[in-house]
């Protein structure tokens, strides 16, 4: 096997797993906004596991990245990694990946200066993780013939079921929200409703009104 | 509003001595009268003669009027000695305490004297922008007292009014920034004080107006004649809304012409109480220093005078001075019950501790009002008690916690009558007065 | 008269959410209330657990929990 091949077959064996990594992080991002829990793990086990997957993938599309770089069956130049549409090979479906790949390091990045920066702006891009996903899915689906068909398709669209299950959850919660001016009365409505449930009974009660 | 100004209350020869009344004239004045009896505001120019101002509220020993009681110089410094292009003074005139009408009274009668005050602390300051925060907006006194002044030159800035919102927590500083930034009245946490970062990010002075009445004053007279009232600890005068039992006492939420009658009494600070509220066998307690105040036992508290020096031994202090002698007749119980119903209804609701524990401390206070109540009720409301103070963004739960816990003491016989489904009350009507209606849509905040 | 720098914990009550994760990394400063928000203790962080505190401080999802520098003079004799 010649060793541009090796450099396609890694390109595209990285790509996949960079897209079954994201989308545990993007899972795991949800779980961590909805206080979540992992069975049997601690909390911060959902957050360290959420950090360092997207760690790992940033890793793998890192690789996947410059062995496409370095394959010489087709051109494809290292800015075209993230400048979109900046390909000539598959213009469309590199630039998506260009696209995703801009907005995961806009997020890495300011995730690394969380602590030092205005938090408002940190949740803003960190929510660009919404559009990022799908663009990479998109990329990933238009450029791999491997995902096209059989079970790797299977598994592409398992992944894509995955993620709009967790979203519609979240955008659930979301609209579920009590608005601020609210948030009292329905303490108030709560607290009476466990008293009358509970009336004679010494009771901690555990219900608060989630924010 | 039928409040009183009392220029013969009780100690007259001591008052006159002191030099009271200060702020409070009889009737009020236009801007000509103002002149003419405190003459021209004394402006201390520019450049050498700023700060000046400054040493002498110093000396005054001035400390804020609207129940923090925080030294005022203290504030001017830290805004006066900020390097920023723009900075702005804040006459806090929301009184969002709803059984205090002093600040009210204070902007009919003597509007010129708040106005000296904000215009002096801000050349004091170095102030780029003046803003009046009130509780009815605009009223009628103020905007002729701004017109007529405008007309004489007399103003170094122009003073933009900003109607407070009638939420409790509207005059807190944080509040009231963000409510001058055009969002809602609601505190946010502290550091970095508004002093440092305040309105837009800029250094921002905020003062009760009858703090800046009596910044009026000592610019004029100095900080010796302001001493000559008051304690050495504690110096000065300040004003005080008094409910007795006597006042007729229709409180809660009635109509205007039954509210419940109160008198504003201009008092030196270090008065003996008993000389502001009756302590006869018609009163069962009072309450000192509003809804985030204390109750006072009787006959223990009789001795107690109006400063903080002799309250502290009862954990209480004036606070804004809202004084109450509760009548005989009334519930103690129910009426600290109600209140506490209206605290935590006016919670922000952003701190997880203050959301969850007042409205819950609220709801055992008044199942023990009620007719008989769980054995649990009494632990677990003192459990929430602890649970939320110091753990808000501003001292909402603090107050509240403060106002409960002296009612549970006081009030302690009265809850031993209720588990036994009795109550001692002959006189079913409210009488601490509160506003109408719960906050219920983001609205109500701005 | 000396100056030390010590830090303190402060939980800023707006910005919490009640994660918990903060209470899980550093018991020994930090516990939940029966509503899940944390009871943080207020006095400076001890040396020995500074590492912990830092790491506490970053977990937060809520960026909420903060290490606040305070001068105060050095105790003396």
Not at chain 1, 49 to 78: E, G, P, Q, R
Not at chain 1, 113 to 136: D, K, Q, T, V
Not at chain 2, 371 to 390: C, F, I, N, S, Y
Request: positive net charge; hydrophobic residues 45%; contains cysteine.
């Amino acid at each position: 096997m010649s060793g541009s091949t090796a450099f396609w077959y890694a390109s595209r064996a990285t790509g996949i797993v960079a897209l079954l990594l994201l989308t545990a992080v993007l899972v795991l991002g949800i779980l961590v906004n909805r206080q979540g829990r992992l069975p049997g793990l601690p909390r911060f086990a959902v957050t360290d596991l959420h950090k360092n997957l997207s760690l790992l993938a940033v890793a793998f599309i890192a690789v996947h990245v410059f062995t496409a770089v370095l394959d010489t069956y087709v051109h494809i130049s290292l800015l075209s990694a993230v400048i979109p549409f900046a390909s000539g090979y598959e213009r469309l479906w590199l630039g998506l990946g260009a696209i995703s790949l801009d907005l995961m390091i806009a997020m890495i990045v300011t995730s690394l200066l969380r602590g030092r920066m205005n938090r408002i702006l940190w949740r803003a891009i960190h929510l660009l993780a919404y559009a990022s996903w799908p663009i990479a899915f998109a990329h990933s689906i238009g450029s791999s013939k491997d995902l096209q068909h059989g079970w790797m398709l299977d598994m592409a669209v398992g992944c894509a079921l995955i993620v709009a299950a967790a979203a519609t959850w979240r955008l659930a919660h979301a609209a579920r929200q009590v608005p601020r001016a609210g948030r009292v009365a329905a303490v108030f409505a709560q607290h009476t409703a466990m008293s009358s449930r509970s009336s004679g009974q010494s009771r901690r009660s555990r219900e608060t009104v989630s924010r | 509003m039928t409040t009183t100004v009392s220029e013969s209350a009780p100690g007259g020869a001591a008052r006159q001595a002191a030099g009271l009344p200060r702020l409070l004239s009889a009737i009020p004045e236009d801007l000509r009268g103002h002149l003419a009896r405190y003459g021209a505001t004394p402006y201390r120019g520019h450049g050498v003669q700023t700060g000046v101002l400054i040493g002498d509220i110093e000396a005054s020993g001035l400390t804020g009027r609207g129940g923090a009681a925080f030294p005022v110089y203290r504030k001017m410094a830290v805004v006066a000695r900020a390097r920023a292009g723009r900075k702005v003074v804040v006459a806090n005139g929301s009184e969002s305490e709803p059984a205090s009408r002093k600040d009210e009274l204070l902007l009919r009668l003597a509007p010129n004297l708040v106005l000296d005050g904000l215009q002096l602390a801000a050349e004091a300051v170095g102030a780029t922008e003046a803003h009046l925060y009130l509780h009815y907006g605009p009223t009628p006194e103020i905007l002729r007292a701004l017109a007529e002044r405008a007309s004489r030159g007399l103003d170094g800035l122009n003073v933009t009014i900003t109607q407070a919102p009638p939420r409790f927590l509207a005059g807190q500083e944080t509040a009231l920034v963000n409510r001058l930034n055009g969002g809602p009245a609601l505190p946010t946490f502290q550091p970095p004080r508004v002093s440092e970062r305040g309105l837009g990010g800029a250094p921002t002075l905020v003062q009760n107006v009858e703090t800046l009445a009596h910044l009026a004053l000592i610019a004029r007279y100095g900080p010796r004649w302001f001493r000559a009232a008051g304690t050495d600890a504690e110096p000065g005068s300040m004003l005080t809304t008094v409910y007795q039992p006597d006042g007729g006492g229709s409180g809660g939420s009635s109509p205007p012409s039954q509210q419940s009658k109160c008198r504003v009494v201009e008092a030196e600070i270090g008065a003996p109480l008993r000389t502001l509220l009756s302590s006869g066998a018609e009163t069962q307690a009072w309450l000192v220093g509003g809804y985030h105040g204390t109750w006072l036992p009787m006959p223990q508290a009789t001795g107690l005078t109006l400063a903080n020096d002799t309250l502290k031994r009862f954990e209480a202090s004036v606070g804004a001075g809202v004084l109450v002698a509760l009548p005989a007749d009334r519930c103690g119980l129910t009426e600290a019950a109600r209140v506490t119903g209206y605290l935590a209804a006016e919670s922000a609701g952003q701190c997880g501790p203050c959301l969850n524990g007042l409205p819950r401390i609220a709801a055992g206070l008044a199942e023990l009002a009620g007719p008989g109540h769980r054995k649990q009720t009494r632990a677990d409301v003192e459990r929430w008690a602890g649970l939320v103070t110091g753990r808000g963004a501003c001292n909402h739960p603090d107050g509240t916690v403060r106002f409960v816990r002296s009612a549970l003491t006081v009030f302690a016989p009265e809850i031993s009558l209720h588990a036994r489904g009795q109550c001692s009350a002959t006189n079913r009507k409210p009488f601490l007065p509160l506003p109408d209606g719960m906050p219920t849509s983001e609205d109500d905040w701005t | 008269m000396a100056q030390i720098t010590t830090e303190t914990l402060r939980v800023n009550p707006i910005d919490c959410t009640g994660h918990g994760v903060c209470a899980e990394l550093l018991p020994e400063l930090i516990s939940v209330d029966e509503w899940g928000y944390p009871i943080v203790d207020p006095r400076p962080v001890p040396p020995t657990l500074d590492r912990e505190a830092r790491r506490a401080v970053a977990a937060c999802p809520a960026l909420a929990l903060k290490l606040m520098r305070t001068e105060a003079p050095a105790r003396s004799r």
